[in-house]
Structures are given as structure tokens and as C-alpha cells.
């Protein structure tokens, strides 16, 4: 697990992995290896050993992102890796303090014109970077970006009031956004998402543009035999088929959305190549 225990990522890797394990027989350990947007755990997959031991949870940041946003990083997200299968994806929303004066995206948009530079947003990962940057694009705004490790510490922070808004997936932000502590405004996805049915996309918000959404899937280190990936790919569909841990995603925010290893590795590469004209339509150079 790249990224960090908290995450979108994070807690729906904890229910597949239980879940997983339950169905070969073994248990399966999560192991965070944090550090430079998911790329130091990607790399370590992608340097295991090739016997279906050690996979990897990996998705947007890891293998669309990063290869778009960093110039330098250790490992490639097609060569690099045999897909196992898709799990699913999880919609985006723009989040803002439950304290703050904003309820619209008009308003906030107008706030961040009323002062250039004066709003912020957060990230901790790739697609929280290109939505905020896209948003700055489409609005004509100029909003400081700030980075974070993870998702919890800038949801604290938006809390807190430090930083302005922060586009995250609705897993991490679920429990807060129903406390009220903090406002949700927009959602990323083409459609409105039943576990925010109120909130407007972000097309209605007059701020259209192509659908950015978070997927995520399971990975082992490439020349991974294939017999061992079809097994472990059987094992994967059968769980996400589980009424139960089909629940506990809804209830987080996740759509399980499972695909089999050659359709999952096409999406996969079908990314990187959007990414590549995303981050340069928002003015992104690798970093």
C-alpha cells in the first residue's frame, strides 16, 4: 500500500485484503510504504519478486499521475507491472470547512477572484493536484497550492481552517462531511454520486470539462507467471462479487467495478495517455 493508512486507498485495500485472504486460504498483510506520492511503495512492488507474494494496490496517483508529474520516478506503470484486475473507482468532491462562508462554487469562485492568491487547496495525491489546477484553469482563479503526505492531515487542516478547499475522494472526508465539520461543493464525476445526491457536479457548476475519476486495481511485479495471475484474478472477482463487502465500499464512498487483467492493463495505459493531455491543458510540468 503506497499511500497513507487513512486514505481512499488505504481502507478499501484493508477490506479486499481480508477478504482476499480469506478466499486463498492465507493471510494477507497491508504494508504502508508511504513517501513521494506513492512512488517509493510502487517502486518496492514493482522490485519484488515475481512469484505472486507481493502485489500492490495501486491506481490514478501511481501509474497516471506520478508518471506525468515527476520527473523522476523509478519505476514505468505498463512495463513495469502485471494487472491483476481492476477493483473500482470512487468520486472526487470539493471540499471546504463546515465553518466557512462558501455553500457554492460560485462563491467561491468569486472569493478567489476578489483576492488572487489568497485561497489555497490542498492535495495529497495526483488527481487532488490536476483538480485543483484544472479548477484553476477553468474558473480563471489563482488559488497556492499546498501538499500533504496524506489525505487525513489536510481534511484536519481544512477543518482547522488552515488551507482554503481540497479535492479528495469522498472515503477519508465521508464521516466528516456528515458531521457537518466540513461542506462538500462539487463532485468531479459525470454524474452525481448517490452517497452525495445533493451535491452538483462540477459541469453543473459551470465548470465542465472531461470526467476526472479515481480507479484503483490490483498489481504484481511484471514476468508474475500467468497462471499464478489468473488465480489471483479468479480470487479478486469473486470476492468483489461478496454482497457484504460490496456494502461496506458503498458505505465509504467506493464502487466496486472489477475487470479482468487484459482489460484492466488496457485501462491502465488508456490513463497514462489522458494524463499526459490533462497535465499539460492545466499547465503542469513534471517536478
Given at each position: ?8 486507498t ?12 480469506d478466499?486463498l486460504?492465507t ?7 508511504v ?25 490514478t496517483?501511481?501509474?497516471a ?19 491483476i484486475g481492476?477493483?473500482?473507482?470512487y ?12 455553500t ?6 468569486a ?12 492535495y ?7 483538480s ?8 480563471g482563479i ?36 456528515q ?5 462538500a461543493?462539487?463532485?468531479?464525476t459525470?454524474?452525481?454520486t448517490?452517497l452525495?445526491?445533493?451535491?452538483p ?10 470526467r ?23 480470487a ?9 463487502l460490496k456494502?461496506q465500499?458503498e ?6 467495478e472489477p475487470?479482468?487483467?487484459d ?12 494524463w499526459?493531455?490533462l497535465?499539460?491543458q ?6
Amino acid at each position: 500500500m503506497p499511500l497513507a493508512p487513512g486514505s481512499g486507498t488505504d481502507a478499501i485495500a484493508r477490506l479486499v485484503a481480508a477478504k482476499l485472504g480469506d478466499v486463498l486460504g492465507t493471510q494477507i498483510v497491508v504494508e504502508n510504504k508511504v513517501g513521494a506520492n506513492g512512488a517509493i511503495g510502487t517502486t518496492a512492488a514493482a522490485r519484488a519478486a515475481p512469484d505472486g507474494y507481493t502485489l500492490l494496490v495501486g491506481g490514478t496517483t501511481t501509474h497516471a499521475g506520478n508518471p506525468n508529474l515527476m520527473k523522476h520516478i523509478t519505476y514505468n506503470p505498463v512495463t513495469d507491472f502485471a494487472p491483476i484486475g481492476q477493483l473500482g473507482v470512487y468520486p472526487y468532491a470539493l471540499l471546504v470547512s463546515g465553518k466557512s462562508n462558501y455553500t457554492t462554487m460560485a462563491q467561491l469562485v468569486a472569493a478567489a477572484k476578489a483576492k488572487p492568491g489568497a485561497l489555497s487547496f490542498g492535495y495529497a495525491n495526483a488527481l487532488g493536484q490536476l483538480s485543483g489546477e484544472m479548477l484553476k484553469q477553468r474558473a480563471g482563479i489563482d488559488l497556492t497550492a499546498v501538499a500533504y503526505r496524506g489525505s487525513p492531515q489536510a481534511i484536519t487542516d481544512i477543518i482547522g481552517g488552515r488551507v482554503t478547499m481540497m479535492f479528495v475522494d469522498t472515503t477519508p472526508a465521508t464521516a466528516q462531511i456528515q458531521a457537518g465539520t466540513v461542506k462538500a461543493l462539487a463532485v468531479t464525476t459525470e454524474h452525481r454520486t448517490d452517497l452525495l445526491p445533493n451535491v452538483p457536479t462540477m459541469a453543473e457548476a459551470g465548470l465542465g470539462g472531461p470526467r476526472v475519476e479515481a480507479w484503483n486495481g490490483l498489481f504484481a511485479p511484471a514476468k508474475t507467471p500467468r497462471p499464478i495471475i489468473d488465480k489471483l484474478s479468479a480470487a479478486l472477482t469473486q470476492v468483489l462479487s461478496q454482497p457484504d463487502l460490496k456494502k461496506q465500499m458503498e458505505a465509504i464512498g467506493f464502487e466496486a467495478e472489477p475487470s479482468p487483467p487484459d482489460v484492466f492493463g488496457q485501462r491502465v495505459a488508456d490513463e497514462v495517455a489522458l494524463w499526459a493531455t490533462l497535465t499539460k491543458q492545466a499547465g503542469l510540468e513534471p517536478e
